[in-house]
């Protein structure tokens, strides 16, 4: 079934269950942002493939990713610089089906939202990843966006893991991407080894 939603085009991919700020300052997205905190409802973050969100396409929509994450906005205040500062967190997956610019500028598409994965216990021999996910817990700027971890839950280490860890956006986009648990586990593996220097074993 298809819905329609807005969509935040950004040059970072967000995960389900995973947290970002976000600075709002485009009168669009300042409307937009009212809404949805007024009727609670949420809109869709897809990853800007490149240029700036103007780039790309005769119908001046810009070049966006296929797939995205529904966000709900979980905190927002005033930054110090007087812009409103929003925090948003991944809730599903979308596949985006079509795309156009609205009279205002801003973006929507209809899209056909995943049903979020069941909680499914973390293999053992992927109990590394939950070590990793855990350090990186600590630190000042994770610490702030207040995630709520369960260390045991494959999908929220995996998808945790994918936001948190310094990769390429394009890497990121790739394991939003995947469908199988396992194949997600296993590629962050691989990344993490890489990141660590080890050779592939």
């Not at 819905?3 to 997205?29: K, W």
């Not at 493939?49 to 780039?55: A, D, L, N, P, R």
């Not at 079509?98 to 216990?121: F, H, N, Q």
Request: with cysteine; proline share 6%; aromatic share 6%.
């Amino acid at each position: 079934m298809l819905t329609e939603i807005a969509l935040f085009p950004l040059s970072s991919v967000l995960m389900p269950r995973a947290r970002m700020p976000l600075q709002i300052f485009e009168q669009r997205y300042l409307d937009l942002v009212a809404r949805c905190m007024r009727e609670n409802a949420g809109f869709g973050v897809v990853w800007l493939k490149q240029g700036s969100e103007v780039s790309g396409g005769s119908l001046d929509v810009p070049n966006i990713s296929d797939v995205g994450t529904y966000a709900s906005i979980v905190d927002w205040d005033q930054l110090p610089n007087g812009l409103l500062g929003i925090t948003i967190e991944g809730r599903q997956r979308f596949a985006v089906e079509s795309v156009w610019r609205e009279a205002d500028g801003l973006i929507k598409a209809e899209v056909s939202l995943d049903v979020p994965p069941e909680s499914t216990p973390l293999p053992d021999h992927y109990s590394g990843l939950a070590e990793v996910l855990e350090s990186l817990l600590w630190h000042p700027q994770v610490k702030r966006l207040g995630l709520s971890v369960d260390l045991k839950d494959a999908w929220t280490v995996a998808y945790l893991l994918g936001q948190l860890l310094p990769l390429d956006e394009s890497i990121k986009h790739g394991l939003l991407n995947l469908d199988s648990l396992e194949q997600l586990l296993e590629e962050l593996d691989t990344l993490l080894r890489e990141l660590s220097g080890e050779a592939p074993g």
